[in-house]
């Protein structure tokens, strides 16, 4: 019999080992190339490749999307909106929202271009086949069409909100838990008045368009409703609850005050819906500028994760709220 010497083994060895080495890597390689950023992503706020997704790793028991109906030239603002909702905290137990902005047809050269790009880094966008309105139609197009674009995947509420409304999705999260997930009408009651009016005022009100939502099975009654689709000029909110009205829909009815409310600025005294930041805020509206974005992100800490560095100077304001610097 034949005898095989160390040094015969050490040759083998030194063989197999690099090999074996440069499998593994491959195999890493390609695990992190097509699988590990689909977990990764999950745990965070960001905007869909699962960038804009906010869920948990466990299959989750709530599903929301939220359509923030803006203009394709409305580049600037997607930027910011995206940076603001990157920074909220990613992991709302078992619940996971979808943050989408929703415009019409792009009518410009530079809008197929740049948006395409947007799609490309981001895919957070709908474009809707409708020529771009506020009160024309477009959020009968937004929420009709929302049951066969994601027919294969419904969720189990649909948001819509604008552009200058800042949401906080984990208070949105907990206000939705012990809720009806049927026949579902959520936002803030208008005409301006307080809670203790909302019994007998409910029916005869609308949700403020700032940002309301309904239940998936009302969103699925719009897209094939013909109280909806011969029904679609005017205020989009009033128009919205005319339909539900009509139809005897949307008979759970839940009102958000204090929770939702606009901006209050520098102004003095609280008029109807407008008053101070709160911790409970579920959504604020009228951020019109960078001013009132920035001011509103600093309420809620948005920047705490910013670490020193002698590579930039930050300046500090009266009420900042970073003692770092």
Known sequence: MRKTSFYQHDVHFTIILPLSLLALTVFLMYTAEFHLPTFFSSCRTSIPSDNNIIRSL???????????????DGYERRQLIRLAYSQQDGTYHDAE?????????????????????????????????????????????????????????????????????????????????????????????NPCFRADDIDYKMN??????????????????ISESEIARNNTDGPEDIVLASWL???KKGRNRYHNFPGIYDYKGDTTDDFCFKHAFIPETIAVHLLKGNLEWARTLKYFNATKGLKPSNLYHVPSWPGQLISEF
């Open 58 to 72: 466990t299959k989750p028991d709530l599903r929301i999307l939220v359509g923030v109906l803006t203009t394709a």
């Open 97 to 189: 929202v979808d943050i989408r902005f929703v415009f019409c047809s792009l009518t410009k050269e530079e809008q197929s271009v740049i948006v395409a790009l947007e799609i490309m880094q981001y895919n957070d966008i709908i474009i809707l086949n409708c020529t771009e309105n506020m009160n024309n139609g477009k959020t009968y197009t937004y929420f009709s069409s929302v049951p066969t674009l994601f027919s294969d995947h419904p969720y189990d509420y649909v948001m819509k909100c604008d552009d200058d409304t800042y949401l906080r999705i984990g208070n949105l999260v907990e206000s939705l838990r012990n809720k009806s997930r049927e026949d579902v009408y959520y936002g803030l009651v």
């Open 204 to 221: 005869a009100s609308f949700m403020s368009g700032l940002g309301y939502l309904l239940s998936w099975d009302l969103a699925e009654w």
């Open 245 to 247: 009205n009509t139809a």
